[in-house]
């Protein structure tokens, strides 16, 4: 009988690639059993294999899982947000170039607690924009602006107080609160990167909003005076900028509106600064009347609040329109008050600085002895606070004073052709002494007995 033949089989070295392989086989959960040597019992051991998504964890990086993310769970507007915040830092940094400094700052993408914060209230954000609930969505964006508090991350800081004012204009039930807080918020924003203009633009809708509310912040401070006082610093400051370019009536007109803020907000110490700025501003223009009129303002309020710092500076401007005016022996009282104030109240620096303009009005006059007087008290009194470029000047002051209180007599003495004279000229020359310059002074005025 003839045998069977069968067809032969064709063995695979390596398995079929379509075949479901054992690796992927063991997705699920099993146990495997290995012999413990020690006891001869059998140990069971679980593996747990991962999914897709954790897999994922690893392969790709955290700003591409936080989009993906978004996206499965629903959150389209937020992953718009968070994808275009990552273009434009990195458009801003290629704009910038390689020698800026944000060439050299970490991006978003390598600080990972930010990333997670930007979904975590993006999704909030976005979650409680569809409910119509815009205190939450207020709330969010404020949160991440506040969040964003290191310099480089400001403009990060900017754009979400942008968006919590858009959030907050749709708010309805808080008599325009949050708007008003959220335009504060933008216009300090503003104020620190020097820009006046937006943030006076702000502020102003901010002092819009207050009026006639009895809002209040952390503080106990009431909205109305926060804007008060945040306008009157955005003025002033705008108004240094035209004293700067010599444009006074400008900056008169921006003095005034900062001066009636301040008493808008009742608060006499910022009036009284706010006069003193103002009159400053008219004696730069010329107008010595009524730079009188406010720096007197100025005086009064600092007398009423016994601020004795401010009632010296408010003398010693005074002085300067009345010496403007010829008012020669009225500046001169007012300079003393200034001195007198400082002695009093122990200002040391500042009766350093009242010793020089008494030595300088004096000069003025030539009544160089007077002046060689303050003069020396201001040098000694700026070598003990060792405030060196105050000794200088009063060094080249005191030499000046000296030279000329010195300078009559010894024309004088020099005229007078004598050999006795000579030689004693000759001897001041080589001293210098004092007891000298007092008999040059002694001989000078009995040859002059009229002056």
């Known amino acids: 009988m003839a045998s069977a033949v ?3 089989q064709k063995t695979r070295f390596l398995p079929d690639i379509n075949e479901k392989s054992p690796v992927k086989a063991s997705l699920q959960r099993k146990e495997v059993k290995k012999p413990n040597r020690g006891s001869g019992e059998r140990e069971t051991i679980q593996t747990t294999t991962m999914n897709a998504g954790e897999i994922a964890q690893f392969r790709y990086s955290l700003h591409q899982n936080l989009c993906v993310s978004m996206l499965q769970e629903g959150f389209p507007r937020s992953f718009k947000e968070f994808f275009s915040l990552l273009q434009r830092w990195k458009a801003d940094r290629l704009a910038a170039g390689p020698d800026s400094k944000l060439w050299l ?20 954000a976005e979650a409680a924009q569809r409910a119509d609930q815009y205190v939450e969505v207020y709330e969010s964006h404020l949160s991440l602006a506040k969040f964003f508090s290191e310099p480089e991350d400001m403009w990060l800081r900017r754009h979400f107080y942008k968006l919590s004012l858009e959030a907050a204009r749709e708010v309805k039930m808080d008599s325009s609160r949050r708007e008003a807080e959220a335009n504060a918020h933008l216009a300090h924003l503003y104020l620190e990167r020097g820009d006046l203009e937006l943030a006076q633009e702000h502020f102003e809708m901010f002092h819009h909003l207050a009026v006639g509310q009895s809002w209040q912040d952390e503080s106990g401070h009431t909205h109305l005076f926060r804007s008060c006082e945040s306008l009157c610093r955005v003025y002033t400051l705008l108004a240094q900028r035209q004293l ?39 004696q730069s223009m010329g ?12 005086m009064e309020i600092s007398t009423a609040l016994g601020d004795m710092e401010s009632l010296g500076k408010a003398y010693k401007a005074i002085a300067k329109s009345l010496e403007s005016e010829d008012k020669i022996s009225d500046a001169i009282e007012h300079l003393q008050k200034y001195h007198e104030v400082c002695q009093e109240n122990n200002q040391h620096e500042n009766l350093q600085d009242a010793y020089m303009c008494l030595g300088s009005i004096h000069i003025s006059q030539a009544q160089y002895e007077r002046s060689c007087e303050y003069f020396t008290k201001a040098f000694e ?9 105050c000794v200088q000047k009063a060094e080249v002051c005191l030499g000046i004073a000296r030279a000329h209180s010195v300078l009559r007599a010894y024309t004088t003495h020099l005229q007078t052709n004598m050999p006795t004279n000579v030689c004693t000229l000759i001897s001041w020359k080589e001293t210098r002494e004092d007891k000298f310059h007092e008999m040059l002074q002694e001989i000078w005025k009995g040859e002059n007995p009229d002056l």
Do not use: W
């Not at 390598?110 to 975590?120: A, F, N, R, S, W």
């Not at 003095?255 to 103002?278: N, P, S, V």
């Not at 009194?381 to 470029?389: E, Q, T």
């Open 105 to 124: 700052t970490r991006s978003l993408e390598e600080q990972p607690h930010k990333l997670e914060k930007l979904k975590e209230h993006l999704t909030r």
């Open 287 to 298: 107008n010595q009347t009524t730079a009188k009129q406010f720096l007197n303002i100025f």
């Open 381 to 389: 009194m700026a070598c003990s606070l060792d405030l060196k470029p």
């Open 6 to 8: 069968f067809p032969r």
């Open 244 to 282: 700067q370019c010599r444009e006074y009536v400008a900056a008169i007109q921006l003095l005034k509106q900062a001066y009636e803020m301040t008493k808008e907000a009742g608060d006499k110490k910022m009036e009284g600064e706010a006069a003193y700025r103002l009159g400053l501003a008219y």
